[in-house]
């Protein structure tokens, strides 16, 4: 079969045959009909992620969308290594598969699936979101935390703060359900200062994208100004601006936040995938939006180190 795939430690992957895979017992065999790129999708690629696998050569990607072998059409999540997303075919645990509704796209369906999930999960599984609470999310103008917005409103949030650094997709997060933006451009003392007023008036749940910089000045924002005694959840889910912060240990004693991871091995793989069937299934009938890039597979290598634009990639099979 064709697939996308990795030959060593550092190198991009690129368009090439790999034996077709064969499913063992308890597996499903899936006909790959779109997979998107996603940041997780790039760290296991490149060995960087805390979940890669390490075995070379490898078909990166970690979900997709495909056909069974009787045809019907699901979502898969984590296939069995060396077999990932990025090619012709894939097998993955017959638990790790959920349908896709009639009215959703492949594209659309691959695409919303990931990024839907980490706010999803994050807001039902881990900060257990109640109805008529606040919601701030930290780097909400790439394709997950724009999701976030729309899913948190979903699920029932009363106010949604949005921040980000790019001023253009900031502004466009009113039209999704954000109630209030933060611009992330400022220098540390006032990006602090601009967390405070929000932290004043009442935050229940924090979804962190980024963590580094933002998320460290968030935090000691949080802690002076927030009402005493009134319990925030931080959710941290990503680290696109960095994989440590500097925080003082006062921070934590002073404000009862209180910490908690959403991603592979925090939350079961059963439950991620009822947060992306969940998502699935309200796509359509929420007016869910991403915007999508359709890319044929066999362009992976032209495409894989191109920056963002704000549309998910997603690779399609034909």
């Not at 394709?143 to 699920?155: N, T």
């Not at 003082?248 to 936040?257: C, F, K, M």
Request: hydrophobic share 45%.
């Amino acid at each position: 079969m064709k697939a996308a795939v990795v030959q060593g430690p550092g190198q991009a992957p690129v368009y090439a045959d790999f034996a077709a895979p064969t499913p063992v017992e308890g597996e499903q065999r899936i006909q790959v009909a779109a997979a998107a790129l996603s940041q997780l999708a790039r760290a296991r690629a490149a060995g960087k992620h805390y979940s890669s696998e390490g075995q070379f050569p490898f078909v990166p990607g970690v979900d997709g969308v495909g056909k069974l072998e009787d045809g019907s059409r699901v979502y898969f999540l984590l296939p069995r290594a060396p077999y990932g997303g990025f090619g012709e075919q894939t097998v993955v645990p017959a638990a790790h598969c959920a349908p896709v509704p009639d009215d959703l796209d492949d594209v659309t369906a691959a695409a919303i699936a990931n990024p839907g999930m980490s706010s999803w999960a994050a807001l039902v599984e881990r900060a257990h979101l109640a109805p008529g609470e606040t919601v701030l999310i930290n780097g909400a103008t790439g394709a997950s935390g724009q999701l976030a917005v729309q899913i948190a409103k979903l699920l029932g949030a009363k106010k949604v703060i949005a921040t980000g650094r790019n001023p253009a997709v900031l502004a466009s997060l009113a039209a999704l359900g954000a109630d209030e933006t933060i611009p992330l451009n400022a220098d540390d003392q006032a990006l602090e200062d601009s967390f405070k007023p929000h932290f004043a008036k009442g935050v229940d749940v924090v979804l962190d994208y980024l963590w580094g910089r933002s998320a460290e000045r968030l935090l000691i924002g949080a802690a002076k100004a927030a009402p005493k005694l009134k319990p925030i959840r931080f959710v941290q889910i990503g680290s696109l601006s960095g994989g440590a912060i500097s925080l003082a240990s006062e921070v934590l004693r002073s404000t009862p936040i209180e910490m908690i991871g959403s991603g592979i091995g925090s939350v079961p793989a059963s439950r991620l995938l009822a947060s992306i069937a969940a998502v699935l299934a309200a796509a359509r009938p929420a007016g869910l939006q991403v915007a999508t890039r359709a890319v044929p597979l066999a362009e992976i290598a032209s495409v894989w180190a191109q920056p963002e634009d704000g549309r998910r990639m997603v690779f399609t099979m034909s």
